[in-house]
Antibody, heavy 120, light 110 residues
Framework: QLQLQESGPGLVKPSETLSLTCSVS??????????WGWIRQPPGKGLEWIGG???????DYNPSLKSRVTMSVDTSKNQFSLKLNSVTAADTAVYYC????????????WGRGTLVTVSS | QSALTQPPSASGSPGQSVTISCTGT?????????VSWYQQHPGKAPKLMIY???KRPSGVPDRFSGSKSGNTASLTVSGLQAEDEADYYC??????????FGGGTKLTFL
C-alpha cells in the first residue's frame, strides 16, 4: 500500500524559497497509474491545487502560481519535490503531497501534510 | 482558473439527508465527468469520498452519493451520523492537466 510523507523546513523567510520533498513508500513512484501532486491549505481556508508531476518529469502547474513553482522527481530515491520561490506570508499553509489517479482525475493518496510558515 | 463555488456551511439533524452543491463552468465541472469529493476532519488530511461524479471508493458508506447536472455537482449525505461532521471539498478536472477545488463546505449538526 502506497504511503506519502512530506518533509522540509517549517519556517521560511519572506522572499526566500520554500522547498519540500515527498517520499513515496510501499511501492514505486514510477507507477503508470499515478500523477504526483502538491496541494496547499492556508490556515482556516480551503484547498488549492499547486501542480503535479509524472514520474517521467513532465509537469503541470496552477496558472496562478506557475511563475514561482518548480517541481521535480527523483525516481532513484522514490521522491518528488516542490520549490516555491519569492514567498510571502500569503504562502503560509499546510502543504500536502498527494497521488492522483490521472486517468480519472482524483486524489486517493494523501500525505499527512506539513505546515510551512513564512515569517521573518 | 477560479475556484469552484460551494456554500460555506450546511447543516442537518442526525438521520436526515443533506446535499452540498459545487458550481463551476463548462470548462471544468460541466465539461468533464471528473468531479470528486473529499471529507476533511480538523487537523487531518482530506479523504476521498466520491470520484467520477458518483462512484464510491471501497470503504466509503453508501450513505454518500454524488451527481451532476450541467455545471453543478452535488454531494448528498443520507442518514447523517456524528462522524459526518466535517469539511467537504469538491474538485474537478479543468483541462490541460489542471485541477481546481471548491472553497469547502462545513457540515454541522443542528
Amino acid at each position: 500500500q502506497l504511503q506519502l510523507q512530506e518533509s522540509g523546513p517549517g519556517l521560511v523567510k519572506p522572499s526566500e524559497t520554500l522547498s519540500l520533498t515527498c517520499s513515496v513508500s510501499g511501492g514505486s513512484i514510477s507507477s503508470d497509474s499515478y500523477y504526483w501532486g502538491w496541494i496547499r491549505q492556508p490556515p482556516g481556508k480551503g484547498l488549492e491545487w499547486i501542480g503535479g508531476i509524472y514520474y517521467s518529469g513532465s509537469t503541470d502547474y496552477n496558472p496562478s502560481l506557475k511563475s514561482r513553482v518548480t517541481m521535480s522527481v527523483d525516481t532513484s530515491k522514490n521522491q518528488f519535490s516542490l520549490k516555491l520561490n519569492s514567498v510571502t506570508a500569503a504562502d503560509t499553509a499546510v502543504y500536502y503531497c498527494a497521488g492522483l489517479r490521472w486517468d480519472d482525475w482524483y486524489f486517493d493518496l494523501w500525505g499527512r501534510g506539513t505546515l510551512v510558515t513564512v515569517s521573518s | 482558473q477560479s475556484a469552484l463555488t460551494q456554500p460555506p456551511s450546511a447543516s442537518g439533524s442526525p438521520g436526515q439527508s443533506v446535499t452540498i452543491s459545487c458550481t463551476g463552468t463548462s470548462s471544468d465541472v460541466g465539461g468533464y465527468n471528473y468531479v470528486s469529493w473529499y471529507q476533511q476532519h480538523p487537523g487531518k488530511a482530506p479523504k476521498l469520498m466520491i470520484y467520477e461524479v458518483s462512484k464510491r471508493p471501497s470503504g466509503v458508506p453508501d450513505r454518500f452519493s454524488g451527481s451532476k447536472s450541467g455545471n453543478t455537482a452535488s454531494l448528498t449525505v443520507s442518514g447523517l451520523q456524528a462522524e459526518d461532521e466535517a469539511d467537504y471539498y469538491c474538485s474537478s478536472y479543468a483541462g490541460s492537466n489542471i485541477g481546481v477545488f471548491g472553497g469547502g463546505t462545513k457540515l454541522t449538526f443542528l
